[in-house]
């Protein structure tokens, strides 16, 4: 998919879950929480239509922004949880809940060269994603974005859909998009 997004130019666009899609695969290290999984997976699938594989062409700064207002929500439920209740949470848990972690993990499986940047928006998400990713490119600190949008359901049980819908849809989506372009100085 190609087109504009303001100064931008779509690359290649993803999303998850598409036609045929079950729960996105795990990513080792990762645990309990839908949301590292479909960061990972939507921004594979998106990478591998513009670059059909790993790595991503050498010399090329591409910065990911994920955009999330609320963040990983099952792991923050399982803490508070876990807490609440005088258990001490396991030790991937402090490396998971910050989720610049997750797109360091797709950044390093690709080879991206640019910066990473988390934002939990406040207004219209994809806006504010572009906005960043115009910055990034316009500043000359990448020279292609790849921009992911994901948001959990407040109901999702962690495994990517709302608690007590076996293997049913869920409110939780995830959205990426690969950005170029822009008025680079």
Known sequence: ???????????????????????????????????????????????????????????????????SAAGDRASAAHVRVTV??????????????????VAGHVAARWGLGGPVVCLAPAGDPRAEGTAEAELLLHDGDADRALLVLIEQAPDDDGAGRPAGVPGGAAGTTAVAVLLGGGDAP
């Open 1 to 67: 998919m190609s087109g504009t997004t303001g100064r931008l130019t779509v690359l290649a666009e993803a999303a998850w879950p598409e036609p045929g899609d079950a729960a996105p695969p795990p990513v080792p290290g990762y645990v309990h929480s839908s949301f590292p999984p479909l960061v990972a997976a939507v921004a594979e699938r998106c990478l591998t239509r513009a670059y059909g594989q790993r790595p991503a062409p050498g010399g090329e700064r591409t910065a990911v922004v994920l955009v």
């Open 84 to 101: 609440a209740g005088g258990g001490r949470p396991g030790p991937l848990f402090f490396f998971q809940s910050v989720p610049n972690s």
